[in-house]
């Protein structure tokens, strides 16, 4: 049985001006073009592992090349075009791969990269989607520890400021609205640390720097912001957190305790205006 959206083992059955003839064991037959041949040399009788996708004209066609991803599989995958039933984007080979309107949970924009969950609709075409949550697994026991690095990519924002994030591409993870100061949004891949696990397999994901490293860039930042505005700043450690926010990218108990460390080796001084290099 040929099936579409996966590799399939195929013999060659004859060869036409045009391409090949693959069949299965059932006698089903399907086009491999010359354009997707790659340049082997194919003779009748080959059994050749091929893809199958639908051409422009809607036709079952198997191809040699390699796509990004294939059916059941998560891909981070550029959005090529949109119009108003929906998105195409990349996924390797001559077509690209349609993401339904309703199958997209944020705005899509071209040339940005976003994760897509690729599966065969009710009228067997390929397509994709956005909604992957249900496909990420949870992390098995041992799988990460507290501190590992790790590479995520944004699929979800909620209004409570928690992200959802792909965890190196397979697993559910988690970002906390108060362990993440930049805007963040669905399709971004940043660098960040495993926070927690949770019971369920969850990982709970965080962006911040290790409190030393934080702490060391902060005072970086103050001082240097103090050189560059004549020794003063309009800032202290009575600031509010939404100006200390706005303008440091920080919370406030982390400008508070960094202001502490300043003070006590004597490089500046609070005052109820601000803040003053010495």
Do not use: C, W
Request: glycine residues 8%.
């Amino acid at each position: 049985m040929i099936t579409i959206g996966e590799y399939n083992k195929l013999k060659v059955s004859k060869k036409v001006d045009f391409g090949y003839y693959l069949e299965d064991n059932f006698g089903d037959e399907v086009l491999l073009p010359n354009s997707a041949a790659k340049g082997n040399e194919i003779k009748e009788g080959d059994n050749l592992e091929v893809f199958i996708y639908r051409d422009s004209k809607d036709r079952l066609i198997s191809t040699l090349k390699k796509p990004l991803l294939t059916v059941g599989q998560i891909g981070y995958l550029e959005v090529v075009s949109q119009n108003n039933i929906g998105a195409f984007v990349n996924f390797g080979l001559e077509r690209d791969l349609f993401v339904p309107l309703k199958e997209q949970g944020y705005k899509l924009k071209e040339g940005k990269k976003y994760l897509f969950y690729m599966y065969v609709d009710k009228t067997d075409r390929l397509a994709a989607t956005t909604r992957i949550h249900p496909y990420l697994d949870l992390a098995e026991e041992g799988k990460y520890k507290v501190s590992d690095e790790v590479d995520v990519i944004v699929y979800e924002t909620n209004e409570n400021g928690t992200l959802n994030v792909a965890v190196d591409g397979e697993y559910r993870g988690l970002i906390l609205a108060t362990e993440h100061f930049d805007f963040i949004y669905p399709g971004q891949q940043i660098k960040a640390r495993v926070k927690r696990i949770y019971e369920d397999g969850t990982i709970g994901i965080t962006t911040r720097k290790r409190r030393l490293e934080a702490r060391s860039e902060l005072s970086e930042t103050i001082l240097k912001y103090l050189k560059e505005n004549g020794g003063f700043m309009p800032y202290n450690d009575k600031s509010a957190p939404e100006d200390i926010k706005k303008e440091f990218n920080t919370s406030k108990n982390y400008f508070k305790m960094t202001l502490g460390g300043l003070m006590k080796e004597k490089l500046i001084t609070q005052d109820k205006e601000g803040t003053r290099l010495l």
